[in-house]
């Protein structure tokens, strides 16, 4: 009898219907039955990643999330937005302070960046605050200011080839596509300062076999993957993909290993990060692992292999160029203040850090600018911790709820930049010193507290230099006056296609 039922029942069905039923279930808990079913949202959102996985394909996660907090999607204006079953956005500024700048660990989307397998973790993919302070202390010297200073003259040597390869680009009259140019600069100075090698893209004049071009496809695997990261580890981050040699530049890693064991020993080696951390690791082995070493520089951007080349340091620093460039096309005002300070300020040929550093309105067009374009476009996720949980802007999040805060959202925030926050407008930053000290503390585009960025200087040091030649020496228009560039957001928010015609003003010491 009970025979005779199961060889009537369909297995295949009743299989499917059981998942079915399982999902539907979980769904409807996870929708109306969460401490967070109150926080408004989108609907997809209220019960899985499926929204944030959604406006990742469509590559402007930062729209999607400006496009809340400001209510433009009136009924979900207001403070926290749920984005998932498990994660709130905070639009509110003080989340800044605490969410940000405490102690909470990093969300496990950021385990995706460790590569090449899950053996490297590196301070950017180490999610525990604990475990990043020490790995960070590991490191800080090599990112240290005083360091990067040293450092200057390897800057000059690409920003030198920089500059005479826009030249021939000038005098042939041909257009010229920016967004390749500071980018290739950005990747040189990155392989200068962490391996004292540069990557050869400046010299080459190209994307050399295309290695920048196609990380689209890595950009998207980091974004997509991080919402799944116990996947990384079958996936790339899976030690026998490497051992079988089945990604194509993972049979490098051995060799990189080697190389960073041999220059240490070489007295011509110069201070450069790898250096420092050699050192670190000589002088402490009980304190550091020799793979962080490598995972450092792969987390920098910057190690002999295409898939490294995805680090933090270069897309970074172009975007932060190229905004500086398109902004200011459209802010003449400003052009014109910050043209008249540079002229002014009788700069050397490749002008210098020290030069640079407080002329006020070029920092104030810069600083507009990792404003209006943050080079990070993804939100900042931290984890409520066990076993209390955090209240945080006023309301309890039991442990495990995932509180991310967008660096774009914070940066329109019109009750801290004003409201013309939505435009860019570098004298914001001149005039009210006050003001100017109060946005300053919700400036996160370097993120803030223990997670932020420990290669700002080395960022900052690039972009004073670049901007201060690029506006005494040249002239730049769009070849379609007023065309909206494109960008798109996996992580950071890359611009490109906004060719431009460009003209020397003058020639130093002519
Ligand atoms: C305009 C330039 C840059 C911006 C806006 C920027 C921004 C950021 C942000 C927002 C984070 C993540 C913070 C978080 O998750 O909370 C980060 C992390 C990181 N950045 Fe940058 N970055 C820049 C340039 C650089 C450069 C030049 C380097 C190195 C040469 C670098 C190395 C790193 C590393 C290693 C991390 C991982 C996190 C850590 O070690 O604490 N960045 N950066």
Redesign the pocket.
């Known amino acids: 009898m009970g025979g005779e039922l199961l060889g009537r029942i369909d297995i295949p069905k009743a299989t499917a219907a059981t998942i079915l039923i399982v999902f539907l279930g979980a769904a409807v808990r996870r929708r109306y039955y969460s401490p967070l079913s109150d926080i408004p949202g989108p609907f997809f959102a209220s019960f899985s990643v499926i929204w944030q996985l959604w406006h990742i394909i469509k590559c402007h996660t930062e729209a999607a999330m400006r496009e809340m907090a400001t209510g433009l999607t009136r009924q979900l204006a207001g403070k926290f937005v749920r984005l998932s079953h498990k994660e709130v956005s905070i639009s509110d500024p003080a989340a800044v302070r605490e969410v940000?700048q405490s102690q909470m660990d990093?969300a496990n989307w950021?385990k995706v960046f460790s590569m090449p397998d899950s053996r490297y973790e590196?301070?950017?993919s180490e999610t525990s605050y604990k475990e990043?302070n020490r790995r960070?202390r590991n490191v800080a010297a090599g990112?240290s200011l005083s360091n990067v200073i040293k450092g200057e003259p390897y800057i000059d040597k690409a920003l030198g080839l920089f500059q005479t390869q826009l030249d021939r680009r000038v005098a042939s009259g041909s257009s010229i596509e920016l967004d390749k140019w500071v980018n290739y600069l950005a990747f040189d100075v990155?392989g200068e300062?962490?391996f004292s090698k540069s990557f050869g893209f400046l010299e080459a004049g190209h994307d050399i076999g295309n290695s920048i071009s196609n990380q689209y496809k890595l950009r998207l695997y980091i974004a997509l993957i991080g919402h799944f990261s116990w996947a990384h580890d079958y996936l790339l981050a899976n030690p026998l993909i490497g051992h079988f040699n089945l990604q194509p530049s993972m049979h490098v890693f051995d060799t990189s290993m080697a190389a960073v064991k041999k220059r240490s020993e070489s007295v011509e080696t110069r201070n450069d990060m790898i250096e420092l951390w050699q050192q670190q690791y000589r002088n402490h082995p009980d304190r550091m692992d020799e793979k962080e070493i490598l995972a450092?520089a792969v987390?920098?951007g910057s190690a002999d292999v295409d898939i490294f080349k995805m680090?933090?340091?270069a897309d970074?620093?172009s975007?932060?160029l190229q905004a500086f460039c398109y902004y200011l096309l459209r802010d003449t005002e400003s052009l014109k203040l910050v043209r008249e300070e540079i002229d002014n300020a009788s700069l050397s040929p490749i002008p210098s850090y020290e030069e640079t550093r407080e002329l006020p309105v070029l920092s104030a067009c810069i600083k507009e600018s990792?404003r209006i374009h943050t080079?990070?476009g993804f939100n900042?996720p931290r984890v409520s911790p066990s076993p209390d949980g955090v209240t945080v802007c006023g309301r309890y999040f039991a442990p495990g709820v995932i509180l991310s805060v967008s660096?774009w959202v914070i940066h329109r925030q019109q009750s801290v930049f004003g409201s013309d926050a939505e435009s860019y407008n570098a004298q914001r930053w001149l005039g009210d010193k006050d003001r100017a000290i109060q946005m300053e503390k919700y400036m996160i585009?370097?993120?803030t507290g223990y997670?932020?960025?420990?290669?700002?200087s080395?960022?900052h040091m690039e972009?004073l230099k670049t901007t201060a030649l690029l506006i005494r020496d040249y002239e730049w228009e769009q070849v379609t006056k007023g065309q909206v560039w494109t960008f798109e957001t996996y992580f950071t928010s890359i611009p490109y296609n906004w060719p431009v015609k460009m003209r020397r003003r003058r020639k130093f010491n002519a």
Do not use: D, H, Q
């Open positions: 940000l990093k950021y590196n301070t950017m990043m960070t990112y990155v300062s962490t450092a987390a920098n680090g933090a340091g970074t620093v975007c932060i990792y080079p990070v900042l660096p585009a370097f993120g997670g932020s960025c420990p290669g700002r080395l960022a972009i």
